[in-house]
């Protein structure tokens, strides 16, 4: 069962454009939500995150914003940069998760064309 | 802040022989830490999550006998792979979590191990 999803396996956006990345999830107890963007053969770095108590965080180019009704989260990066060329991942934590156990979506492969 | 550091970064070994891999929390206190495998093109799947002082807890699938956690301290868990095969081949990355005041705990990821079992 798969309780967060991606359902874009890969986003392709001109320099200096928009990216949204989407994000569904099917447990109504995560209260938890973090974007983690990663390069190949390296490990996430944490970007940006949301508590189920807010519908909208920001920090610089990133903002994340959360649907709780829909169960959809999205991440936009405004303006995107080659840089941001990389993999993104959404996690949810909280309800039958324990402590700060993350559930991951699969994905999405950002590429950003100068 | 938040950095978590792996070692070794990448380490081939022959079959058969046991391989340890360090996961440190630099700069802050973790204690809770959690590994995870990577296939190629896959998502992170979480192998165990470890608690400094107590036994990890194994996610469904993961055998616990092979996949050796120690928490010795609140930075540092080791994950060591016993007996190592051809199929344990993998990128193992590790994460620790970190309660900041007022803040919830956020998972800090670290540069992840290369395996690869000849």
């Known amino acids: 069962d798969q309780q967060v999803k991606q359902n874009s396996p890969s986003l392709s956006v001109q320099e200096g454009r928009i990216s949204i990345l989407n994000c569904d999830y099917t447990n109504s107890m995560f209260d938890y939500f973090l974007w983690y963007k990663k390069y190949p053969a390296e490990g996430p770095t944490f970007l940006i995150s949301i508590s189920s108590i807010k519908d909208k965080n920001e920090d610089g180019r990133f903002t994340v914003f959360l649907n709780k009704s829909a169960k959809h989260l999205s991440l936009h990066i405004v303006p995107s940069q080659p840089g941001d060329s990389a993999v993104y991942f959404c996690?949810?934590?909280?309800?039958?998760?324990?402590?700060?156990?993350?559930?991951f979506g699969e994905g999405t492969q950002l590429t950003v064309n100068p | 802040g938040a950095v978590v550091s792996q070692h070794p970064s990448w380490v081939i070994c022959k079959s058969g022989t046991s391989v340890k891999i360090e996961c440190r929390s630099l700069d802050f206190q973790a204690t809770t830490m959690f590994w995870y495998r990577q296939f190629p093109k896959q998502s992170l799947m979480l192998m165990a999550t470890?608690?400094?002082?107590?036994?990890?807890?194994?996610e469904q699938g993961v055998e616990k006998d092979k996949f050796l956690i120690n928490h010795a301290s609140l930075t540092l868990s080791t994950l060591t792979v016993t007996s190592a095969h051809p199929e344990d081949s993998s990128f193992y990355i590790c994460?620790?979590?970190?309660?900041?005041?007022?803040?919830?705990?956020?998972?800090?990821f670290g540069p992840g191990t290369r395996l690869l079992v000849l």
């Open positions: 996690a949810a934590s909280g309800g039958e998760t324990s402590g700060s156990r993350l559930t």
């Open positions: 994460s620790a979590s970190s309660l900041a005041p007022g803040e919830q705990e956020t998972q800090y």
């Open positions: 470890s608690n400094e002082g107590s036994k990890a807890t194994y």
